[in-house]
C-alpha cells in the first residue's frame, strides 16, 4: 500500500469521524436544552434547524478555505479546533442551564429564551468548522478530475456512515450510561486523537503543541461538571440524580423524610412517597382514587378489581390503589426504566412493598395493546411541555375502552394554567367522541385537572352519593380522596379542537399555552395557582 493510498484512507476516517461527532453533537445538544427546556417540537425544530443552518454555512466556508489553502495540516487543524470548541459547549453552557432552571421555575420568561439561544449560539462555531470537514476533503481528495464524482460520492457516503453512528451511539447507549456532558467530551476526544494523529503524521513533532487543548478541558470539566445541574430545592438533600435516555431524574427529600421525584426541569413533582403514610397531602395522585365512584351508586370497593397506569413514574398511584384496595392486580407502564430504578430504589415500588404490581419497560399505548381488560385505566403520562401526542387521540382512547370492564373508567391527568383550559377542553371533546360522560375535577394548588370518562352514561352527582357510602373510619384516604374530588369537581367545556391519529396538534396548542403563561405574569401564577 502506498503512502498516498494510506494517506487518503486516513482522510477518510477523519471524514468518518466528523460525521458521527457532528450528528451525536446534534442529538446531545437536545439533550442538553431537553433537561430544562423540555423536548417538545419546539425545541427540536430550534436545535436541527440552527444546526442545519450551522452546516451550510461551513460547507460553503470550507470549500473556499480549501481552494485558498489546499493542504493537509489545515484540514487537521479545523479538525482539532472543531473538537475542541465541541468540548467547551456543555463546558460553558453548564452554567447558563443551571441560570435557565431556576428562570424556568420562577417563570422568568425573559432569562429563560435568553439562556435557550445563548446555548444554542454556543453550537455555531464547531458545528460551522465541521461543516467544512467534507467539501475539504473533496479538494484534497480529487486528483483527477474523471474520478471527482466517485471520489465525493464516496466521502459524502463515508460522513453519512458515520453520522448514522453519531445517531444511534448516543441515544441508545452513551447519553444513558455516560449523561449528556461525558458524551459530549467523549464524541470531543476521538475527533480530535484523530486531527493530532493526523497532523503528527505530516509536522511530527510540531503537531504536539496542541496537546494543551486536553489539559485545559479537564480543568473546565472539574470545575463546570461539579455539582448537580439543578441543585435541590430549599432544605432539600439530593439522594438520587441520574440521565436516563429519556430524563434527568432526581430524588430529592425533605427535612420529614418525604421523597420527591423531579424530572428534567424540574417543573412539577411526578411522584411523592412519605415514610409513615401514603396520603399526598391533596396533590394529584389521590385524585386518581376518585375515578371509579363516578359510576351509578352504590359503587362499593368490592367493586374495584384492576387498575392499569400508563405513567407509572415511581409508583405513587399504586401504592395508593394498594392501601386501599389491597393486593388488586396492578399493571404499571412505564417508559424509562431509568424513574422505575428510581422507583424501586426510593419509594417502596418493590415486589416486597407491592407484590401485586407488575412493570412493563414500554411504550403506553403499545403495551396497553397486549394487555387485559380493568376496572380503571390511569393514565398520567402527560403534563406540559411533555406531552406523547400519540396517547391524546380518538384512536388510542378507543384502545383505552377496549381495554376496560362494562363499568370501568378512565382517568387522565391534564395540564391547564389558571386562565387557559384549552387543552383541557380539546382532551374533553376528544374523549366524549369515544365515552358517553367525561367528568373534570381541578386539583388544587396545582395546574392540573384530571379528566374522568365512564363507559356508560354517568352523573357527576355519583360522587358524592358514593363518597356518603362509604366508612370514613374504614377506608380514611378513600374518604378524603373522594370528599375532595367533589369539592373540587367543574363543569366541563368540550373544544371545537378533537385529536385523532392524522391530526392531533398537541404541541402547538402545549407550547402557545407555556408562552402565553410565561408571558403574562407566570411567576405570580406559580405562587399562587389558585
Known sequence: MTAKSISQQYLYLAVFTSGMTTLAVELSASRLLGSVFGTSNIVWANVIGLILLYLTIGYFIGGRWADRSPFPATLYRILIWGAFLSALIPLVARPILTAAASAVVGAQAGLAVGSFLAVLILFSVPVTLLGCVSPFAIRLAVTDLRSAGKISGRIYAISTLGSLLGTFLPTLYLIPELGTFRTFLLFAGLLYVVGLFGLWRIQGSKALLWLWIPFVIALLSAWALNGPLRPPTAGATLLYEDESAYNYIQVQQ???????????????????????????????????????????????????????????????????????????????????????????????????????????????????????????????????????????????????????????????????????????????????????????????????????????TTSPDNLAANANAVEPDSTPLLYDSLVWGVNQLTPIHASDLVFTDDHAPVETLVDSLVLNFLFAGGADQLANPN
Do not use: C
Open 254 to 456: 425533605d427535612g420529614a423524610g418525604n421523597r420527591y421525584l423531579y424530572l428534567n426541569e424540574g417543573q412539577g413533582i411526578h411522584s411523592q412517597w412519605s415514610p409513615d403514610t401514603v396520603a399526598d397531602g391533596h396533590r394529584t395522585w389521590s385524585f386518581f382514587l376518585t375515578a371509579p365512584y363516578f359510576n351509578n351508586p352504590p359503587y362499593t370497593p368490592d367493586d374495584m378489581h384492576s387498575l392499569a397506569i400508563i405513567g407509572l413514574a415511581a409508583g405513587t398511584i399504586a401504592r395508593q390503589y394498594t392501601s386501599v384496595y389491597g393486593l388488586i392486580p396492578i399493571d404499571g407502564i412505564e417508559i424509562d426504566p431509568g424513574i422505575i430504578e428510581a422507583g424501586i430504589r426510593y419509594f417502596d415500588m418493590n415486589a416486597e412493598q407491592m407484590p401485586n404490581l407488575t412493570v412493563y419497560a414500554e411504550d403506553g399505548r403499545y403495551m396497553l395493546g397486549k394487555l387485559g381488560t380493568y376496572s380503571v385505566i390511569a393514565i398520567d403520562a402527560y403534563r406540559p411541555p411533555y406531552i406523547p401526542w400519540h396517547l391524546t387521540t380518538v384512536e388510542f382512547f378507543q384502545e383505552v375502552a377496549n381495554h376496560l370492564e362494562i363499568n370501568g373508567v378512565v382517568a387522565v391527568n391534564v395540564g391547564r394554567t389558571n386562565t387557559d383550559r384549552r387543552l383541557v377542553d380539546a382532551m374533553t371533546a376528544t374523549l366524549l367522541r369515544v365515552f358517553p360522560s367525561v367528568h373534570a375535577m381541578d386539583v388544587p394548588n396545582s395546574f392540573n385537572t384530571i379528566l374522568v370518562a365512564t363507559r356508560q
